[in-house]
């Protein structure tokens, strides 16, 4: 299927123009795939929520990812980061106009696959977690992944490894990520959930993951040490070289701090920890895709979680540019 990317609003890209102070607004270049180039970062986005609303959950997230723009556009590159050392090129958002959600997964998944075979690294900003899959499809298509070559970690409340047989919805993803990709490229030895909220998940499904091998690290198991249990999350699917992928689910934050998400809980995560395993993910020299999802904008207060999530994006940028 052929993808059509809606190009980037100029006026998202933020600038004082003042050459003391640059932001990223001006650092991040507005362009083509067809301009990616090897360890190029390539934003994506991925305006659509209809998996959530399949889900039963709450509309919104398809306004995600300019909202993020327009938080991340803002930021400085920091103290640190070396932008001689790295790219950022945004592609703009793919056109979902007249698609079913069907088809946006398979424009997503060409999308991430082109991306991927110029030896970018996808960098998706949505948009329901049903979205994952054709990243993560994506991903293996572009970089010609063989069986147990791909590595997963899912940070989020929910374990989302509901069946498909009635369709595809943002509780999918895992599940046809475990089933489905070409080749087997996942297994489920290299596949973690982290944390993870007992209370909003079935215990059939928790079987289900660990029935094909995959771990889960709950928020309780998590709390008290979360950097040591990401590292160790990272070493179980970083093991026989595979690529590896992050997808970060808003709603794994608390709701003082991430009001906007379709399932927004009390509990979960700080939001400096989620900015501290983005930057321990851009490290990784085997993270080759990250995706960020379920940011609802109508949902949000004060901008706090796309603000969130820009800053993630920050934190991933920042270790990338130390690797």
Same mark, same amino acid.
Do not use: C, W
């Given at each position: 299927m052929? $993808?059509?990317? +809606?190009?980037? /609003?100029?006026?998202?890209? $933020?600038?004082? #123009?003042?050459?003391? +102070?640059?932001?990223?607004?001006?650092?991040?270049?507005?362009?083509?795939?067809?301009?990616?180039?090897?360890?190029?970062?390539?934003?994506?986005?991925?305006?659509? /929520?209809?998996?959530? =609303?399949? #889900?039963?959950g709450r509309g919104g997230a398809a306004k995600g990812p300019d909202d993020i723009r327009r938080r991340l556009y803002k930021l400085t590159p920091g103290f640190n980061m070396d932008f001689d050392r790295i790219k950022v090129i945004d592609v703009g958002n793919i056109s979902t106009k007249g698609l079913t959600l069907e088809e946006v997964h398979l424009a997503l998944q060409e999308t991430v696959a082109d991306s991927v075979s110029r030896g970018g690294i996808?960098?998706?900003?949505?948009?329901?977690? +049903?979205?994952?899959?054709?990243?993560?499809?994506? =991903?293996?298509?572009?970089?010609?992944?063989?069986? +147990?070559?791909?590595?997963?970690?899912?940070? /989020?409340?929910h374990l989302d490894v509901r069946t498909d047989e009635n369709g595809i919805n943002s509780g999918t993803s895992f599940y046809r990520a475990l089933t489905q990709l070409k080749d087997k490229a996942l297994l489920g030895?290299?596949?973690?959930?982290?944390?993870?909220?007992? =209370?909003? #998940?079935?215990?059939?499904?928790?079987n289900w993951v660990k029935?094909?091998?995959?771990?889960?690290?709950?928020?309780?198991?998590?709390?008290?040490?979360v950097m040591e249990s990401f590292i160790q999350a990272l070493s179980i699917v970083s093991k026989k070289g595979r690529t590896v992928a992050l997808s970060l689910d808003i709603d794994s934050v608390r709701s003082t701090e991430a009001p906007g998400a379709s399932?927004?809980?009390?509990?979960?995560?700080?939001?400096?920890?989620?900015?501290?395993?983005? $930057?321990?993910?851009?490290?990784?020299?085997?993270?080759?895709?990250?995706?960020?999802?379920?940011?609802?904008?109508p949902l949000d207060q004060d901008h706090r979680t796309a603000s969130l999530a820009a800053s993630s994006i920050f934190w991933f940028l920042r270790g990338l540019s130390e690797r």
């Open positions: 052929k $993808y059509i990317l +809606d190009k980037t /609003d100029r006026d998202l890209f $933020y600038s004082r #123009n003042d050459p003391k +102070d640059r932001r990223l607004g001006e650092l991040v270049h507005r362009g083509k795939i067809s301009s990616v180039r090897n360890s190029d970062v390539v934003i994506i986005g991925i305006p659509e /929520d209809r998996g959530i =609303l399949a #889900n039963k996808p960098l998706v900003i949505g948009g329901g977690h +049903d979205l994952t899959y054709p990243g993560l499809a994506g =991903l293996v298509q572009g970089a010609g992944l063989g069986k +147990d070559s791909l590595g997963l970690i899912n940070v /989020d409340a030895s290299a596949f973690v959930e982290f944390g993870i909220q007992e =209370l909003y #998940n079935s215990p059939y499904y928790y029935k094909q091998g995959g771990s889960v690290f709950t928020l309780k198991e998590v709390s008290e040490r399932a927004s809980n009390p509990s979960g995560l700080k939001a400096p920890e989620l900015d501290k395993i983005a $930057y321990l993910a851009g490290r990784s020299s085997q993270i080759k895709y990250l995706d960020i999802m379920e940011v609802s904008p």
